[in-house]
Nanobody, 120 residues
Framework: QVQLVESGGGLVQAGGSLRLSCAAS????????MGWYRQAPGMQRELVAT???????NYADSVKGRFTISRDNTKNTQYLQMNSLKPEDTAVYYC??????????????WGQGTQVTVSS
């Protein structure tokens, strides 16, 4: 019984900023990897950024230097700070979490998605 709730999406002009959040709740013993993915209309879902339990990060080349992924382990929450947004960043953004439950099961689960639209 694990759920992810995303927030922070919206409409912004090119050059603006948004911060996405993803809060995990339920029977969570620990969280290993976390990440953000996005999918534009007619396109495949692509990796945006990941962060490990040791705080190692990885970014897609298209967002490197503009986006920052972080996590707050006390709140079981991850964030994606997006600066200098471009129209090509427009997509539905999904968070992903790799969890271990109190029943000793391990699985990956997805958030519901949040729309980010960047106007020119």
């Amino acid at each position: 019984q694990v759920q992810l709730v995303e927030s922070g999406g919206g409409l912004v002009q090119a050059g603006g900023s948004l911060r996405l959040s993803c809060a995990a709740s339920g029977s969570i013993f620990r969280i290993n990897n976390m990440g953000w993915y996005r999918q534009a209309p007619g396109m495949q879902r692509e990796l945006v950024a990941t962060i490990t339990s040791g705080a190692n990060t990885n970014y897609a080349d298209s967002v490197k230097g503009r986006f920052t992924i972080s996590r707050d382990n006390t709140k079981n929450t991850q964030y994606l700070q997006m600066n200098s947004l471009k129209p090509e960043d427009t997509a539905v953004y999904y968070c992903n979490v790799d969890v271990v439950t109190f029943k000793n099961s391990r699985f990956s689960t997805w958030g519901q998605g949040t729309q980010v639209t960047v106007s020119s």
